[in-house]
């Protein structure tokens, strides 16, 4: 990522790395990095289940140029007789908001998709979220992230292929409840917020988290999506502590 530089691996100093030189952008410049990671991949999928996703997708081509690449590094493997999972998934991060769109032309080349909200956020909004002077704009309550997350949800449960959730509103049980309402059944976090989205997602019908989100993209305020989402999982959270006594 654009805030995570690696000591070992040196790449040119950006103005902006955040829009810069990452992800699969180095993976399409540099082939031989990508070809030994894939196939390391491939080769360690023999041992156990693994699946391949790749990040900051921008473009249709870049999935299929991807695609090539694991088919054809199946193909050398199964020559090679080197074990590996001839069935082993390949996925996308949906974080440029540009992929959003053609979200249904891609899923005809993935097996899942994984939503990065973190930077699909800042993108959406054009918010630096590592800027002081800009960070409390950063707001995962706009009603743009919201309809957009539904958009995804949507594309992939027509495509039958699973969408998962990561990044900070994955771990924010006040969004998990609309999250399981705009259709998303697979959350990534960090374990210490493991309880409270457990909680919340023990403590809503389903029926009730697809009535709070339809309520809520019919909003045109972070505001009164906050206030909406924040007040039922205080009454969720409050109707447990009456029976935990």
């Given at each position: 990522g654009g805030d995570k530089p690696?000591?070992?691996?040196?790449?040119?100093?950006?103005?902006?790395?955040?829009?810069?030189w990452r992800g699969l952008r180095i993976s399409m410049d540099w082939p031989d990095i990508f070809y030994t990671q894939v196939r390391a991949i491939l080769r360690a999928s023999a041992a156990g289940h693994a699946r391949i996703l790749l990040p900051m997708v921008t473009t249709l081509d870049e999935v299929r140029q991807c695609r090539e690449v694991v088919d054809?590094?199946?193909?050398?493997?199964?020559?090679?007789?080197?074990?590996?999972?001839?069935?082993?998934?390949?996925?996308?991060?949906?974080?440029?908001?540009?992929?959003?769109?053609?979200?249904?032309?891609?899923?005809?080349?993935?097996d899942f998709v994984s939503v990065g909200t973190n930077d699909l956020v800042q993108?959406?909004?054009?918010?630096?979220?590592?800027?002081?002077?800009?960070?409390?704009?950063?707001?995962?309550?706009?009603?743009?992230?919201?309809?957009?997350?539904?958009?995804?949800?949507?594309?992939?449960?027509?495509?039958?292929?699973?969408a998962s959730i990561c990044g900070e509103i994955a771990g924010d049980?006040?969004?998990?409840?609309?999250?399981?309402?705009?259709?998303?059944?697979?959350?990534s976090m960090t374990p210490v917020f493991l309880p409270r989205v457990k909680l919340?997602?023990?403590?809503?019908?389903?029926?009730?988290?697809?009535?709070?989100?339809?309520?809520?993209?019919q909003m045109a305020s972070s505001k009164d999506i906050r206030e909406l989402a924040r007040e039922q999982a205080r009454l969720r959270w409050s109707q447990f502590e009456q029976d935990y006594d």
């Open positions: 690696l000591r070992y691996f040196r790449t040119p100093e950006e103005r902006n790395p955040v829009l810069g054809q590094l199946v193909d050398d493997l199964r020559e090679q007789g080197i074990p590996h999972d001839e069935e082993i998934e390949l996925g996308v991060m949906v974080e440029v908001p540009a992929i959003v769109p053609i979200l249904d032309d891609v899923l005809r080349h993935v993108y959406l909004l054009a918010v630096d979220r590592d800027n002081p002077r800009v960070a409390s704009m950063y707001d995962p309550y706009h009603p743009a992230v919201l309809r957009t997350l539904h958009q995804i949800a949507t594309a992939a449960k027509a495509a039958g292929k699973p049980h006040y969004f998990t409840a609309l999250l399981l309402g705009l259709g998303f059944r697979e959350f919340m997602v023990r403590s809503f019908p389903i029926d009730e988290c697809e009535k709070m989100a339809a309520d809520a993209l």
